[in-house]
């Protein structure tokens, strides 16, 4: 158990909709990390959090975005879905906003647009 | 934008072989080189990392090692078993990952 918390585990919408992802860093942890992980493009980075700033932004649509709240937890919103946002959505915490070091994942959020 | 470049893309071993698996980067304010390790179903976690001061590191059966001049590292895993198999993934800064190696190791 990594001690990081995602939810929901699995969720099924239509196009078009919006949903939203949410992520529980491990405790002590500031940054918290991104990412979409889909069968043909491996894992993508798509934002960066640190002690509630923004501190990095990957490949992340205008469709999407995040924030990171005081106590630290982060929530990913998806708008105006479409089938190819289909993926596996990945948050990870580390203590600290350096590029090096471990990254705790969570088990990730399965996301099913029909 | 910078790549980091995984092969093969996939491996079949057989219990007990040597499982090779390569990372090129191109960044070369690099830093750290790590290796996660992710089994179906769950998020990918650190397996081994690396520094740029040292060229090998070994953690039981795992081994990483690191060509600067190639700007390459490697993933080494000797008496390959079943339960190894999974995707493994190199990665730069956190931000750029490879495509990922998923490993089989037959039994």
């Known amino acids: 158990d990594s001690g990081v918390t995602q939810t929901p585990k699995h969720l099924i919408t239509a196009t078009g909709q919006r949903v939203t992802l949410r992520c529980s860093p491990r405790?002590?942890?500031?940054?918290v990390y991104w990412y979409q992980q889909s069968l043909d493009q491996g894992l993508q980075f798509l934002i960066q959090?640190?002690?509630?700033?923004?501190?990095a932004k990957g490949n992340i649509l205008e469709r999407f975005s995040a924030q990171q709240f005081p106590d630290l937890h982060s929530e990913l919103n998806l708008s105006s879905l479409e089938l190819g946002d289909s993926a596996l959505y990945f948050c990870a915490s580390t203590q600290s906003g350096r590029a090096s070091g471990e990254l705790f994942f969570g088990e990730g959020s399965r996301l099913t647009v029909l | 934008q910078q790549q980091v470049k995984q092969s093969p893309q996939s491996l079949i071993v057989q219990k007990g072989g040597i499982s090779i698996i390569n990372c090129a980067y191109e960044?070369?304010?690099?830093?750290?080189f790590p290796w996660y390790q992710q089994f179906p179903g769950k998020g990918p976690a650190l397996l081994i990392a690396i520094r740029p001061d040292v060229s090998e590191k070994k953690e039981g059966r795992f081994t990483i090692s690191f060509n600067k001049s190639a700007k390459q590292f490697s993933l080494h895993i000797m008496d390959s078993q079943p339960g190894d198999s999974a995707t493994y993934f190199c990665a730069d800064r956190k931000l750029i990952w490879g495509l990922g190696t998923s490993l089989a190791v037959n039994p």
């Open positions: 959090y640190y002690n509630g700033e923004e501190r």
């Open positions: 405790s002590g942890d500031l940054s």
């Open positions: 960044n070369t304010a690099f830093d750290y």
